[in-house]
């Protein structure tokens, strides 16, 4: 079975512009959710998605938005990117609803560079 | 809001001796995770704790959490080179569907 798959792995934008990430959850699996993980900041939940819907979500300014497909994929876009957006974006993927217990699935992340 | 904070932040070690890493909050969860991850991966799993007072030993890795369901802690026994990366803790509650990260302790262990 495939694992999660983000794209692109790496990534130089430059100020002012916009991205849009990419992640594909492990066949099967309903539920998305993104990460920002930086050095100072660490691991820091963005958004989750399940069934198309987005149940929950951080506490992250409007400019960071996602949305899922009915196959499960997901995309990420980030609008007027700042400096400070330069970070490790994760996706990981959970079978259904994910329960606390359920196990999350990380994809290796895309490395985004704001210049 | 729930805080989940990690000692050490960083811990370099000669290969053979033991290690603890803690992760404390004053927010109860309902269940904690701890996960490893190595340069240019993401996150992977090691442990799912969900009863206060469990404990759980994975090889030479043993994982607890503490009673009131706050805190817990990694113990790893023997440490090799292949042990080094950055372990992350992890807290979930029932009802919601985000988690949340400790900043995570990079441990370096030397051959």
């Known amino acids: 079975k495939a694992g999660v798959t983000q794209t692109p792995r790496y990534l130089i934008k430059t100020r002012g512009q916009q991205v849009t990430l990419s992640c594909s959850p492990i066949?099967?699996?309903?539920?998305v959710s993104w990460y920002q993980q930086t050095p100072g900041q660490g691991l820091q939940f963005l958004f989750e998605?399940?069934?198309?819907?987005?149940?929950n979500k951080g506490n992250f300014p409007g400019r960071f938005s996602g949305r899922q497909f009915s196959n499960s994929r997901s995309e990420m876009n980030v609008s007027t990117l700042e400096l400070g957006d330069s970070a490790l974006y994760l996706c990981a993927s959970s079978p259904q609803n994910r329960a606390p217990t359920d196990t999350q699935y990380f994809g290796p992340g895309t490395r985004l560079t704001v210049l | 809001t729930q805080l989940l904070e990690q000692s050490p932040q960083f811990l370099s070690i000669q290969e053979g001796e033991n290690l603890t890493v803690y992760c404390n909050s004053s927010s109860v969860f309902s269940s904690l995770q701890w996960y490893r991850q190595e340069p240019g991966e993401g996150p992977v799993l090691l442990v799912t704790?969900?009863?206060?007072?469990e404990v759980k030993k994975l090889k030479r890795l043993t994982f607890q959490f503490g009673d009131a369901r706050k805190d817990s802690s990694l113990h790893i026994t023997a440490a090799q080179p292949g042990d080094t990366g950055l372990y992350l803790c992890a807290g979930a509650n029932t009802g919601g569907f985000k988690t949340i990260f400790g900043a995570g302790t990079r441990l370096f262990v030397k051959a």
């Open positions: 704790v969900v009863t206060g007072g």
């Open positions: 998605y399940f069934s198309e819907t987005q149940r």
């Open positions: 066949s099967g699996h309903r539920s």
